[in-house]
DNA sequence: ACATTTGTTAACCATTTGGTTAAACCTATT
DNA sequence: AATAGGTTTAACCAAATGGTTAACAAATGT
């Protein structure tokens, strides 16, 4: 049997639907049972409990998005290369995984203690190359002075709102689904560059 | 007897408080009446239900925000000046509302209906005169070419996601409370002059 | 073949939760 | 002082919810 197809593996993958768009306190036991196609005794059987499966599918959902952000800091590209690369790759990411910026924000705000057990784990993201990288750039003259946490703010901030605020801005901007897919997608390259013509020396 | 001391007016002020650190799901209506320090069967006298009473403090926190978006929208100035002013009245206002943000994006996200109501009512912020002064600058050479829509998110983003991901960002760049706010603090004018120096011909 | 472990289910349980009710309690008016 | 109105409370209720149990089935090992 494929690992897909265990017990265990379908309760995370329906656990995973549920918490995603209710929430931990929005989310029934029952209705991920429903979803998996098992009893509820069975999500009890191989996780204990309610708190317990959803960290299993909190943790789950962080390994996949701290990759995408040590992209853009662990490796040796210049500044502007990581960039326009991060927005590439990350709007494309998030597109496929619409659910998980909101989930992992929403879930961090609810219990603050949280992130203090993902801090512990190896992966997680660290900013000391990128902004070594930054400060030399900008001794060379290649980049304006700007502060690196700043800049690495500033960068996700514009890669990761449009998920976390699609409700507001859809209304906001009067799109429908199809134009704001249209507007997320344009934003992969708008976002680099409206981030290096703010940073870059001339 | 003032306003503020009126049963009513208790109710919403304690609903307040827990609506927006717990969200609809995660509050508790006791917990709403011990708060207010009165008896819980006052809250159905006053509001009904619970989706009632959460309606009525969702709508009080969009009147607040409302106004600080149209702030940017609905005047004269020039976008540079626009700009500069939203930057540091917006963090201004959000340091001291840090749960808005988040509880208005996660509850239109919990129910993407619900943004249809606010859209009916007057002062539902309209971006058309924002959009003319841009395309106007833009003509007059003020401005390097870029659709509106996409600089007004990215306003929104810059200014908003540090409150939205305040927990996350904390622990990414490793700061204290104390160092957080500081980081925020900077970031009036910061913001502005990382927009300004992206759009601004030069 | 038999026993032991592992997986699965239906029924059940205690607690919590939003909501209701009927009576008590003001407070102003007559 | 009696009355009538809104206001407030304690006690209660039905439904929902996370979790448990005990019996049963299916593998697994000997």
Redesign the pocket.
């Known amino acids: 049997m494929k690992k897909e197809e265990t017990?265990e593996h379908q309760i995370l993958d329906a656990a995973k639907d549920v918490f995603q768009s209710k929430g931990m306190d929005g989310?029934?036991?029952?209705e991920i049972a429903d979803k998996a196609g098992?009893?509820?005794?069975?999500l009890?059987?191989y996780y204990?409990?309610?708190?317990l499966l959803f960290e299993a599918v909190f943790k789950n959902a962080f390994s996949l998005l701290a990759p995408q952000l040590n992209a853009i800091l662990n490796d040796d590209s210049p500044i502007e290369e990581k960039i326009r690369n991060f927005t590439n790759d990350y709007t494309t990411f998030m597109m496929k995984h619409p659910y998980l910026p909101n989930f992992i924000i929403n879930e961090l705000n609810r219990n603050e203690d949280f992130i203090l057990k993902l801090k512990e784990n190896t992966g997680f993201p660290n900013l000391e190359k990128f902004k070594a990288k930054v400060d030399a750039e900008i001794s060379q003259g290649n980049l304006k002075p700007i502060d690196a946490d700043q800049l690495f703010v500033n960068i996700l901030a514009l890669n990761i709102f449009p998920f976390l605020g699609k409700p507001l801005v859809k209304a906001l901007t009067k799109k429908d689904e199809k134009a704001y897919k249209a507007f997320t997608e344009s934003r992969k390259t708008e976002v680099a560059n409206f981030i290096i013509n703010s940073i870059k020396q001339s």
């Open positions: 017990t989310a029934r036991m029952q098992i009893n509820k005794a069975m009890h059987y204990r409990s309610k708190q």
